[in-house]
């Protein structure tokens, strides 16, 4: 079974930028995707941002696009998430996961990180 901890989460200024890491570790990742979720208080999870098994491929949501970047290192078994241009409404708890789809993340999911908080303050 699959263990992620994610990590780089904080608080930042509006305009700022982190990167979040996600570091898997019981089974190499490289034959899945691999994505971000993130979860606001009182709301469900939504999707940020996944990739496919081999990197060729990345998906965002419309709210992040453009700010935000995906990436992986499947040596390392680590998917990254570099976010800039932060909002306010980024504010938010970050999941990273794992799945057998990377465009249908939920339905193929393998497995969930415990999440990273975010804070971007205005």
């Known amino acids: 079974q699959v263990q992620l901890v994610e990590s780089g989460g904080g608080l930042v200024q509006a305009g700022g930028s982190l990167r979040l890491s996600c570091a898997a570790s019981?089974?190499?990742?490289?034959?899945?995707?691999m994505g971000w979720f993130r979860q606001y208080p009182g709301k469900e999870r939504e999707f940020v941002s996944s990739i496919t098994a081999s990197g060729n491929s990345t998906f965002y949501a419309n709210s992040v696009k453009g700010r935000f970047t995906i990436s992986r290192d499947n040596a390392k078994n680590t998917v990254y998430l570099q976010m800039s241009s932060l909002k306010p409404e980024d504010t938010a708890v970050y999941f990273c996961?794992?799945?057998?789809?990377?465009?249908?993340?939920?339905?193929?999911?393998?497995?969930w990180g415990q999440g990273t908080l975010v804070t971007v303050s205005s």
């Open positions: 996961a794992v799945a057998r789809i990377a465009t249908m993340m939920v339905p193929s999911l393998e497995a």
């Open positions: 019981g089974r190499a990742v490289s034959s899945y995707a």
